[in-house]
């Protein structure tokens, strides 16, 4: 069985919504496709995940606010946690990155994928960013990326 993990932080409520639409696009589509034995969707938020969650994934998606031009200090603790661990042992894993903004987005983008970059990991989506409300467009882009990289590692071109 493999496994496709969301990693997120959020103090608020926009990250969890759109972490909670990722791993329901992820669901339905397996379900859809009869795929649930395949792959199995695992949601922690970074305060609760380690590089054993993350040794222990086939794909991994990563959301978090834009915090001060940066992102969120939960996820920077949690890439602090698991790269030595996980360096050179995750190389060519899909990855992709989900982030919440007030008017802005990049610095979050530019410092998370400058760190999962060393991990090698292969970027497989260009990061959503909703910025101000999170609009039902949005919404829909986390769960057809959910639904991409489930139906991906189920039929195994991921
Ligand atoms: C401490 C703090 C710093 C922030 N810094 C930025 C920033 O640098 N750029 C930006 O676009 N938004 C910034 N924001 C706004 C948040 O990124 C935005 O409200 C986001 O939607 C929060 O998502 P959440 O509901 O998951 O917490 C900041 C918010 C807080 C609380």
């Known amino acids: 069985m493999k496994t496709l993990l969301v990693v997120y932080h959020t103090h608020g409520v926009k990250t969890a919504q759109m972490a909670e639409a990722v791993a ?72 992709a990155l989900f982030v919440a903004a007030g008017q802005d987005g990049s610095g979050a983008v530019a410092s998370v994928e400058r760190i999962v970059t060393g991990l090698r990991l292969a970027k497989k989506a260009e990061p959503i960013v909703a910025l101000r409300e999170l609009t039902p467009e949005t919404i829909s882009r986390c769960e057809a990326l959910g639904a991409a990289f489930a139906a991906g590692l189920a039929l195994g071109v991921l």
């Open 24 to 95: 329901r696009g992820a669901r339905a589509a397996l379900a859809e496709a009869g795929g649930e034995a395949e792959v199995r969707v695992i949601v922690k938020r970074c305060a609760d995940a380690g590089p054993e969650d993350v040794l222990g994934a086939d794909a991994l998606i990563l959301g978090t606010p834009e915090n001060f031009g940066y992102m969120s200090g939960m996820m920077k603790d949690f890439l602090e946690r698991v790269f030595y661990p996980c360096e050179g042992k995750v190389a060519g894993r899909p990855w």
